[in-house]
């Protein structure tokens, strides 16, 4: 496609469900990432996946978080027994290499109610 | 630690009345600081990336520039479009693409 797709952009789910968003990055990008965008802070990075290389798994804020990666193309956050503190816009980017600007999608905005 | 500080908070315009945006920040080893822009319910849509001191770019009514220290994003007789939150960041020195990012300033123009 011409953009970064997200799916679903919206989620709703209650509390210690589990939640899998998807990422569908720019053909050809072989870097994807993934942001966290919580009500009044910055964009807080998850995880990173470049080409084959082991992802960078530094930023998840706790073993309740995982990402995959297929194929080197689609993308799937995962977040088990979802909390409250869990609710956030999750924004997914892709970009042709590790430098340079990001292409970002439009997110999903997760609500754990 | 690496950060990325963003100034003013928000910032009100009258249509037409220039102004600037300051990002600055401390990270060792910059390899690049990149400027975004961010409508509500979107994704960050990507400006501009600086490199080094003394860079410019600039894209109709935006022009940002590069210090040691800070950036700015210069705004020249702005129009309600360009009402957005704009988002700064850095580049991790590590080998990564990972980004770190400002909080960011929101824009309003007034007609």
């Known amino acids: 496609g011409a953009g970064v797709s997200q799916s679903p952009s919206n989620k709703v789910t209650e509390k210690g469900k589990d939640v899998e968003l998807r990422c569908d990055p720019i053909s050809g990008h072989t870097a994807l990432y993934w942001y966290r965008q919580s009500l009044g802070q910055g964009l807080e990075f998850l995880i990173y996946f470049q080409g084959n290389s082991a992802p960078d798994k530094s930023g998840l804020p706790s073993d309740r978080f995982s990402a995959e990666r297929t194929g080197g193309s689609v993308s799937t956050l995962t977040i088990q027994r979802t909390q409250q503190e869990d609710s956030a816009v999750y924004l997914c980017?892709?970009?042709?290499?590790?430098?340079?600007?990001?292409?970002f999608g439009s997110g999903t905005r997760l609500t754990v109610v | 630690e690496d950060q990325v500080t963003q100034s003013p908070e928000a910032l009100r315009l009258q249509e037409g009345e220039s102004s600037s945006l300051n990002c600055s920040y401390t990270v060792s080893g910059l390899r690049g600081l990149f400027w975004y822009r961010q409508d509500p319910g979107k994704g960050p849509e990507f400006l501009f990336t600086l490199y080094s001191a003394g860079e410019e770019k600039e894209k109709e009514r935006l022009k940002a520039t590069l210090t040691k220290k800070e950036s700015f994003l210069h705004i020249t007789a702005p129009k309600p479009e360009d009402s957005a939150t704009y988002l700064c960041?850095?580049?991790?020195?590590?080998?990564?693409?990972?980004?770190?990012f400002g909080q960011g300033t929101t824009l309003q123009v007034k007609p």
């Open positions: 980017a892709s970009s042709p290499d590790r430098e340079g600007g990001y292409t």
């Open positions: 960041a850095v580049q991790a020195p590590s080998n990564t693409g990972k980004l770190i």
